[in-house]
């Protein structure tokens, strides 16, 4: 139950801190995207340790290919991502970056 309740509180502040930095816009934009992704990763790890049970024990290699996908499904969906609204900003907004 502990580890849980570590997992739950780690993952609660890893939520709030990028709502936080991007409801209050303290930072730039490109640094405030740098952390939100940055957030993103650290909470990827603490779900992967403290709700899946993930740890440098060998159960027949599992753990590290499980280790593996995730890291390539999360690199994949964050520069996909980042892809996708990089292009519908400049196709969808023409007028913002004309202005400039």
């Not at 570590?6 to 409801?23: E, K, R, S």
């Not at 520069?79 to 970056?97: D, E, F, K, Q, R």
């Amino acid at each position: 139950m502990r580890d849980y309740v570590i997992g739950f509180v780690l993952a609660a502040i890893l939520t709030a801190v990028p709502f936080w930095l991007v409801m209050a816009r303290p930072l730039p934009n490109d640094i405030t995207a740098v952390l939100v992704m940055a957030f993103a990763v650290v909470q990827v790890v603490v779900h992967m340790i403290y709700f899946l049970h993930m740890n440098g024990k060998s159960e027949g290699g599992w753990t590290l290919t499980a280790l593996v996908f995730t890291i390539i499904v999360v690199v994949i969906m964050l520069s996909g991502s980042l892809w996708v609204m990089h292009h519908l900003n400049t196709n969808m907004m023409p007028a913002i970056h004309d202005i400039r």
